[in-house]
């Protein structure tokens, strides 16, 4: 089975400029998570999905940062206007709520993003 | 509230010798744990879980952990370590699936 997906796996851009982020969760799946990962500051829960609702979103740095999900097998993750802080790699997860492999969330490869 | 230490960044070991890369958590309620890995430049992987039962549990690669409620603790464990293992490895802690969060990671190296 694929795991997840995330698009693009590295992206250069200067400040200001939108960036948006895309993932596809393994199929069946019906949770997603955005995580960000820096060194200073580890990994970072940004927001979670379940059946396609955001229930949390607290992790949201500020209104630059925008999730959503349209449907079961797609999410944005989209920051505008960028900065340089936002230099990051930006994860994305997904777990199924039920069944046998309920309760372990799986990554995809990460968004290497650098804000110039 | 919920949080994860892994009071090592960095744990050295040789090749063919025990490991253990340790974790202590707090949450309210039961603990769920569990253990990830990440190589350079990839995701984090899923190494292994503890949800319920035997303390013991067995993960991927010969990888195990040990729940230690009393202690707070569900420390990594490998009882001969290869060069392949070096990576980050990430202990994290979740009460109801739906947030969970991540130590700061312990980069292990194993030399040969």
């Known amino acids: 089975d694929a795991g997840v997906i995330q698009s693009p796996r590295h992206e250069v851009t200067e400040m200001g400029q939108e960036v948006t982020l895309r993932c596809k969760p393994i199929?069946?799946?019906?949770?997603l998570f955005w995580y960000r990962q820096t060194m200073m500051r580890g990994l970072e829960l940004l927001i979670y999905f379940n059946n396609n609702v955001p229930i949390d979103d607290s992790g949201m740095p500020e209104d630059r940062f925008s999730a959503k999900m349209p449907n079961a097998s797609f999410s944005t993750l989209k920051i505008q206007p960028s900065e340089p802080r936002d230099s990051a790699v930006y994860f994305c997860?997904?777990?199924?709520?039920?069944?046998?492999?309920?309760?372990?969330?799986?990554f995809g490869e990460g968004s290497w993003l650098t804000v110039v | 509230a919920q949080s994860v230490a892994q009071p090592e960044d960095q744990v050295n070991v040789a090749e063919g010798n025990p490991l253990t890369v340790k974790c202590t958590y707090s949450?309210?309620?039961?603990?769920?744990l569990f253990w990830y890995v990440q190589y350079p430049n990839r995701g984090l992987q899923f190494l292994l879980k503890y949800i319920t039962g035997d303390n013991l549990v067995k993960g991927s690669y010969g990888f195990e952990a040990e729940f230690n409620k009393s202690q707070t603790s569900f420390h990594l464990k490998k009882p001969s370590a290869l060069v392949s293992d070096s990576a980050l490895y990430f202990c994290a802690v979740s009460h109801n699936f739906n947030k969970f969060y991540f130590g700061s990671g312990t980069k292990l190296n194993v030399k040969p």
């Open positions: 997860a997904s777990r199924k709520r039920q069944g046998p492999l309920q309760n372990t969330i799986y």
């Open positions: 949450v309210s309620g039961n603990p769920y």
């Open positions: 199929s069946g799946h019906n949770s």
